[in-house]
Each structure stands twice: as structure tokens, then as C-alpha cells.
């Protein structure tokens, strides 16, 4: 059974960081995509970054600030979000498809975290 748990979700001020983790269960990572979405209130989810086999991908309102990496032992990708926004406030969630990257057509999904940026 495919399981991902966010974390590493909170409050921060403008300017600050946060690095949110997604651990997944499973499956292994080989022949699959993470990426990380969010939600805005009153938006729709939009998707923010993507890992496989060690290509990377982000959404442009997040280049330069957020980074995505993976750690194979653990089964965990990490979302690091540097110079926070207050637009980057939003449910962040983790989901997996197989093998490549895309923002469309994932199978499964977190519970979602909260992250909060203040002005």
C-alpha cells in the first residue's frame, strides 16, 4: 500500500524557511515521480516542484527559492523553501506517479501541511 506523510509545515515570517518532508511507503522511488502541489484557499492546487531519477522541476513563481531533493535510503523527498511570501501560503501536498515528471495524473496522495507565511 503507497503511503506519503508530509511534515515540516508552520508558521513563518517573510523571508524565513522552511523545509517540508515527505516520506513515503510503499514503493521505491526508481520508477516514480514526487512532486509537491499546494492549495491556496480559494485557489486551485497548483503544482510547485517535481523529482525523478534525479531531474527536478519548479513551477517559476518558486526558482531561485525552493529546492526539491530526495534521499533514496529513506524514502523521503524534501521540499527546502527559502525566502517564504506570503503567496506561498497553501496546503502543501506530496503525490507520486510513475516515472516521469508532470503536474497532471497523479495515483496517490498525502494528508497535505499547512504553511504560513506572515507579512
Known amino acids: 500500500e503507497v503511503q506519503l506523510v508530509e511534515s515540516g509545515g508552520g508558521l513563518v515570517q517573510a523571508g524565513g524557511s522552511l523545509r517540508l518532508s515527505c516520506a513515503a511507503s510503499g514503493f521505491t522511488f526508481d520508477d516514480y515521480a514526487i512532486g509537491w502541489f499546494r492549495q491556496a484557499p480559494g485557489k486551485e492546487r497548483e503544482g510547485v516542484s517535481c523529482?525523478?531519477?534525479?531531474?527536478?522541476y519548479y513551477t517559476d513563481s518558486v526558482k531561485g527559492r525552493f529546492t526539491i531533493s530526495s534521499d533514496n535510503a529513506k524514502n523521503t523527498v524534501y521540499l527546502q523553501m527559502n525566502s517564504l511570501k506570503p503567496e506561498d501560503t497553501a496546503v502543501y501536498y506530496c503525490?507520486?506517479?510513475?516515472?516521469?515528471?508532470?503536474?497532471?495524473?497523479?495515483?496517490?496522495w498525502g494528508q497535505g501541511t499547512q504553511v504560513t507565511v506572515s507579512s
Open positions: 523529482i525523478s531519477s534525479g531531474d527536478t
Open positions: 503525490a507520486v506517479r510513475r516515472f516521469v515528471c508532470s503536474w497532471y495524473r497523479y495515483d496517490y
